[in-house]
């Protein structure tokens, strides 16, 4: 967007990884709602493509602010005009440094853990967010223990009602063949041979796009395909090593049978983990898949950066930060502007891409002296996305986020087919959740953002027998 808007300014893209992200297969859905397909790329594309862009593959090792000056990791320095800072956010690993713990968030990481996952009996999946979900639905032929802290599946997307409609997909034996995977993936030559150990996921990739899982072979040792026990209201207490745990002289348990079937293994697993629960399960390895913290490291020393509580570089509503020609976007930044009444910030691919996108169009404002709007896509979270191969559109406070019991729930639910789910407040629409083809997204994006006074309608909003949307139109 940068090299678009000044074609006759040096752009410098600085990356540590070799390849770049690109959006493909582009499409806006409705006003809000956008998808699209992430796709690796070589750099040179980039370069062909603008060529007033040069990308340096580096690390970062400094910024001095006050001085205008990027120090990257090869020993070089790069003066600046303005910089935007899109350094993303890295997996919060339950327990640094153990090798049998692996934190998934970007492609690497999820070639290292396919290639354990292919000698593996038993592993444990810890989190409750979009990946977690993605991977314990993908994986075939291997125990998963599932450990989430909530009462239900997918915390962050859904509530228990919608995770109830997807559970049944979870036991399903076997699963409709997977779809072609549409990404194009580059392998960097040389680069498999230093063999990453499973841990080492210190060089930080770029982030997982929407459906990483599909080119990847997710399969274990074992002859079934679907072997999920989910510990619920619990996380991780303590991690042991084979020799710790045998020394302790404690009972590992069984893969559970039924409800209430409690085993001590026999078997020996190279990595125990203890639940705040008190059960213990030996496995293969421990996927960490539980959330991610704003890579904020190589930039505060010596820089006075407002920070967010999430650990964030506060952002204004012209996405910049605390410091003179400093911006920043996506997953590295915090939103501390007033936000529309159905917006809030998640660290997903949607709001990183319209995040980057405006940030440059403000940065050009800047330059040239001018006064920009909010970008629309602020006004209504909106986000869509495939869960246990249903499609999944999220809008608005679809989870009643910071509403206060001040609302109510209209639920639609057809099993197996699909699920809707409408949060209202003072009889107007403030989110909403669909699961399925239910076409229903544009119409409640409009009553959503137009904040139409809706009681009048009662259940009858969601009654199937009314076709709303032509109500609406």
Partial sequence: KLAAEFPSEDIFLITSSPVIKAVTNFKQVSKTLEEFDVEEQPSSLLEKRYPNIRVIQSGVKQLKSDEHIIYTEDGKEYMYEKLCLCAGAKPKLIVEGNPYVLGIRDTDSAQAFQKNLAQAERIVVVGNGGIALELVYEIQGCEVIWAIKDKAIGN??????????????????SQETPIECKRTKYTLEGNEEKGRSAGASDKLGSALGPDWHEGLHLKGTQEFSHKVHIEILCEVKKIFLQQEFIQLQRTSLTFPKGERSVEADEVLWPVYVELTNGKIYGCNFIVSATGVVPNVEPFLDGNNFAVGEDGGLKVDKHMHTSLPDVYAAGDICTAAWEPSPVWHQMRLWTQARQMGWYAAKCMAADALGESIDMDFSFELFAHITKFFNYK????????????????????????????????MQNGRMMGAVLIGETDLEETFENLILNQMDLSAYGEDLLNPDIDIEDYFD
């Fill in 156 to 173: 962050t997307f859904f509530d228990a009602g919608a995770a109830e409609f997807l559970l049944p997909k979870l036991t399903a034996e």
């Fill in 392 to 423: 999944v559109v999220v809008l608005g406070k679809y989870n009643a986020q910071g509403l206060g019991s001040d609302h109510e729930l209209m639920l639609r639910c057809t099993k197996g087919h699909e699920y809707v789910k409408v949060v």
